[in-house]
């Protein structure tokens, strides 16, 4: 049995699917079962990531686990379920970081956080693989709403790379790891295929919507203010901005061979993501 955490969203959702391809017993964490809509065979059960009575029952049987955290509270829920994954006899435990968790020089919260919850899942004394994505491609829906509705892309720092990554390429490498033998105590660094900029991807877009779309730069305080809007934490919004800004820096902009390494498979490209989810930018009337 795996327990896989983080089940409902994009990476955890497609790792259920690629674990069910493959024959494993699925059960899934949530904190609203009956909202979580996963297919019928997979065991859904309540629990809150921060409550060790919670994770103690999810770990029931079960022999691997996914970790998928998110947020301020990684550092604690991290700790949490590398504990009962501990006390349960779990044999495997594959956490979801942040690429930039290997990076130094790093040190705004998102991978602050994920440090710490990889120090508790390296001290929990189960077997270990920590997973590090550069970042998502599909934060690009994001855009979405300003696409469908004036055609257009805001985003900051415009000319900033970053080589980002399928999430479903991420939830394979996670599958690897989780079902195959000799990834334990590895660490490693995913990206896509090739690092682009915003202004890139829109550009992209563009072409799979078969539409234009204007990039628009805006300022990293109009960026800021537009997610508190969105009634996103202050905190949480210092950290995602933190996250945009990292596009400048050198270190993701690296491209990877983890993923066709691992999986046999070479990483989607951004295009492929843009075609597959072309719908998503779409109005309702299109």
Excluded at 142 to 156: D, E, F
Excluded at 214 to 241: C, K, S, T, W, Y
Excluded at 269 to 277: E, G, I, N, S, V
Aim: hydrophobic letters at 45%; aromatic letters at 4%.
């Amino acid at each position: 049995m795996i327990l896989v955490t983080g089940a409902t969203g994009t990476i955890g959702r497609a790792l259920i699917d690629q674990l069910r391809t493959a024959g494993e017993h699925v059960r899934a964490t949530s904190r609203h079962p009956a909202d979580a809509h996963l297919p019928a065979d997979v065991e859904v059960v309540r629990a809150d990531l921060g409550d060790p009575a919670d994770m103690a029952a999810a770990m029931a049987g079960v022999d691997r686990v996914f970790l998928l955290s998110t947020g301020p509270a990684i550092p604690e829920h991290d700790a949490v379920v590398a504990r009962a994954a501990a006390e349960a006899g779990v044999t495997r435990l594959v956490k979801l970081s942040s690429g930039r968790t290997g990076d130094d020089t790093a040190t705004d919260p998102i991978p602050t956080w994920h440090r710490a919850g990889e120090r508790s899942v390296r001290a929990s004394g189960v077997p270990w693989t920590i997973v590090r994505p550069l970042g998502f491609m599909s934060n690009a829906l994001h855009w979405a709403g300003t696409i469908r509705a004036y055609g257009a892309v805001h985003a900051p720092f415009g000319q900033g790379r970053m080589a980002v990554i399928d999430p479903r390429d991420i939830a394979a490498v996670a599958a690897v790891a989780l079902t195959a033998d000799g990834h334990d105590g590895q660490v490693y660094t995913l990206s896509g295929p090739q690092a682009l900029s915003p202004r890139e991807q829109t550009a992209i877009l563009a072409e799979a919507l078969g539409r234009p779309l204007e990039f628009v730069e805006v300022a990293p305080e109009q960026a800021r203010q537009a997610i508190l809007e969105h009634g996103v934490p202050a905190d949480l919004a210092d950290a995602i901005m933190a996250l945009r800004a990292t596009a400048l820096a050198a270190f993701t902009s690296v491209v990877h061979d983890t993923v066709e390494r691992l999986t046999g498979a070479p990483p989607r490209t951004f295009r492929q993501w843009a075609l597959d989810h072309a719908a998503e930018f779409c109005s309702a009337a299109a």
